[in-house]
């Protein structure tokens, strides 16, 4: 036997069994010398490598090539080409007699052929390029093709690319039924691998059980699921454990095996579909909880923050805006009554953190101050200082900042008197001036246990100078005096109004104070409605008490001095 084919491996015994001389390229011994070589050439390459050779273009191949072509190997070894492939005949003929007649090579990447190797019309990709091979004549004998076949990336690469796709669409998703629209759009684009699906919410009504295919991807097939899918190569993924929750129902492709890539890609198409509909359930229940919660929490806060007391020679506005959606009440509050000798009380307060507890402390903290203020006659000074002690002997546990303010009445109409317990300064708007700040020296905040009384030193205090101070001893607290001639506003917040992330609090106080000049004619329900629609971007609770003294305001009879504080 010929020598030639002892490089054909396990193609040597068919080589050997075919009958060369009923084919157009006759007995092996009579070859020509380009042929040999090329066949020789072949076999010792294990890169797959075919030849097209003589009038009928007879396939000659090696033992690389025999995967290329599945079910066609053994009979399409000495075969003429159009026989074997006459699924692809009309697109590699024509480049096959391209080379013969013109002798210029010509190469294709990642062409697309519908091959019929297993059976079926497969999706299947090569690189390739057909050369002319030239006898001793000068003459082309035949055509060489090297080839190597690029089914797997390209089908990787494009179901990567579906999956990609189909996460970041769900991943905005915020209910079942955008989980269905936005899948089925990313899906529809996907027809290749999925040429039918469908996401349902539910499985349809009982029918005919779905077909086969859903035990080669580990889901046992689903009776009780009609659908308007071919029967054929259908398999059912349930998208949740529980019964009654989605499903996915697809038809596998036609022209796909389903190997362990195809399988793959279904899972994690299953698996991308479970997450989005998990996440939403878990963010709806969240949402749900979340909305009790604003529920209870705002029940709280209209328990606790109680309309203001408005003497009739006072125009008083109040105003709480939480930043926190979930809680809606945290630790800022105000407060507006009035005291036994008839002054005017204001509040406003800050306990540290945003949550329940929070309110909880500060629900504490308002009471607590209201019974202090109320039982005896002390100036504001005095009443944070028992406060303190009240806090400290109760455990509240927490710290806050305040101004406590008491309006009252004189010869010259109005004065406020406040003790600023740590807390931003209020802000004057004077009938005849610009807004300014009362600043004065700060005392410490609420809960850090301050022991000592305030005591009141001699100071023009009640003379109605802006910034007079009553002094205290040691680290008692103190009180500021300033008169409030008819009017004029004053203006007590929380830090939420003034503090901005990344910029100075002088910054948002200097907006604050340039803000209420501009607007100074206006009642204070509309200053306040300014006030939160400037400063919306805060992050956090805003708590707003306004008070004007009316131009025209009745004076009343003074008010009787409070613990010698004034």
């Keep these: 036997m010929d020598q030639l084919f002892d490089a054909a491996g396990t193609l040597r015994v068919r080589y050997e069994s075919i009958d060369w001389t009923a084919t157009p390229l006759g007995p092996v011994a009579s070859w ?33 090539y025999v995967e290329m072509i599945g079910a066609k190997h053994p009979s399409a070894l000495g075969a003429p080409v159009a026989t074997i492939f006459p699924e692809i005949w009309d697109t590699i003929g024509p480049m096959l007699h391209g080379v013969i007649s013109t002798g210029e090579a010509t190469m294709a990447e990642d062409l697309r052929l519908m091959m019929d190797r297993h059976g079926f019309l497969e999706e299947t990709y090569f690189t390739f390029c057909y050369s002319a091979v030239v006898g001793e004549s000068g003459d082309i004998e035949g055509v060489i093709d090297i080839a190597t076949e690029t089914t797997g990336r390209i089908l990787a690469h494009r179901r990567l690319a579906a999956l990609a796709r189909l996460t970041d669409a769900l991943s905005e998703a915020t209910t079942d039924a955008e989980i269905v629209t936005r899948a089925t759009e990313v899906l529809a684009g996907a027809a290749d691998d999925l040429p039918e699906f469908a996401v349902r919410l539910s499985p349809p009504p009982a029918a005919a059980a779905v077909a086969g295919g859903a035990e080669s991807l580990g889901v046992a097939p689903s009776s009780g699921g009609s659908t308007p899918m071919r029967d054929a190569r259908i398999i059912r993924i349930p998208l949740s454990a529980d019964a009654g929750h989605p499903y996915l129902d697809v038809r596998l492709s036609d022209h796909l095996p389903v190997d362990d890539e195809y399988r793959g890609f279904l899972r994690l198409i299953a698996a991308a579909l479970t997450q989005a509909f998990t996440r939403v359930r878990q963010w709806q229940a969240e949402r749900r909880l979340a909305e009790l919660e604003h529920q209870m929490s705002e029940a709280l806060q209209l328990s606790l923050l109680t309309a203001p007391a408005r003497p009739e020679d006072l125009d008083v506005a109040v105003r709480y805006r939480s930043a926190a959606e979930q809680t809606h009440v945290g630790g800022d509050w105000y407060d507006s009554f009035l005291l036994p000798d008839g002054s005017l009380a204001l509040v406003v307060g800050d306990v540290s953190g945003h949550d329940r507890h929070a309110a909880a402390v500060m629900a504490q903290m308002r009471n607590l101050l209201r019974g202090v203020a109320y039982d005896g006659d002390r100036s504001p000074a005095q009443i944070l200082t028992t406060l303190d002690a009240a806090m400290r002997g109760l455990r509240v546990g927490s710290f806050a900042t305040a101004i406590l303010a008491r309006v009252e009445h004189d010869e010259h109409g109005h004065r406020l008197r406040w003790s600023n317990a740590g807390h931003p300064p209020p802000v004057l708007i004077p009938p005849d001036g610009p807004a300014r700040l009362l600043t004065t020296p700060v005392d410490i905040l609420l809960g850090l246990g301050l022991t000592g009384a305030a005591r009141p030193a001699p100071s023009p205090a009640d003379s109605g100078s802006p910034r007079s101070a009553v002094r205290a001893a040691g680290n008692t607290r103190r009180d500021h005096v300033v008169g409030l001639p008819p009017g004029s506003v004053v203006v007590l917040y929380t830090d939420g109004l003034v503090e901005r992330r990344g910029q100075i609090i002088d910054a948002g106080l200097a907006d604050l104070t340039d803000t209420l000049t501009a607007h100074a004619g206006r009642s204070v329900e509309d200053l306040c409605d300014l006030l939160l629609d400037r400063f919306a971007d805060s992050e956090d609770d805003i708590a707003l008490v306004i008070l004007r003294i009316p131009a025209t305001a009745p004076v009343s009879a003074p008010t009787p001095a409070a613990g010698g504080a004034r």
């Design 32 to 64: 020509s010398t380009a042929l040999r070589s090329a066949v020789a050439l072949a076999l010792h390459s294990r890169f797959p490598v075919t030849l097209f050779w003589g009038p009928d273009l007879t396939l000659i191949y090696n033992e690389a």
